[in-house]
């Protein structure tokens, strides 16, 4: 298997990876945030999206670009990664809220999923400050 799938024993260890999430802010000060993951998953693909998605799918290579930016961060990698996060971010608040009034400021975590039992427990390993929801510097 491994002449024909190079990367079959890529990983020595495979560990849970951090998810990202992010809320919106009023204000800098706010605490009453409701967190959201980014770019979840789509509970159903189709067989098209699917064929489709095996020939092109940039929008999943950039969701898998920005987990491993977490898995950085969690390593102490911290600016690079810390950027690259919110500058992802903050595009897509820019893509998904065109429509609506764009909040001012946002903050992002890092959340561990586990399973404990017949639950799953979430671990929170970092939570940002606010940051601005827009930036020049990121264009």
């Not at 009023?26 to 489709?52: I, N, Q, S, Y």
């Not at 609506?100 to 970092?126: H, K, N, T, W």
């Amino acid at each position: 298997m491994p002449a024909l799938f190079p990367s079959w024993r890529f990983f020595d260890v495979i560990g849970p990876s951090p998810r990202v999430e992010f809320c919106l802010l009023d204000t800098p000060e706010d605490d009453a945030a409701v967190w959201r993951e980014c770019r979840p998953r789509p509970a159903r693909l189709g067989l098209g999206d699917r064929l489709k998605g095996f020939f092109w799918n940039a929008r999943w290579n950039e969701t898998l670009y920005l987990t491993n930016c977490a898995e950085r961060f969690i390593q102490g990698q911290e600016d690079h990664a810390s950027r690259e996060i919110r500058r992802r971010l903050r595009g897509d608040l820019l893509r998904d809220m065109a429509s609506e009034a764009m909040p001012a400021y946002f903050r992002f975590r890092l959340v561990f999923v586990s399973r404990d039992g017949d639950a799953l427990r979430q671990d929170v390993a970092f939570v940002s400050p606010a940051y601005s929801s827009v930036d020049p510097s990121d264009r």
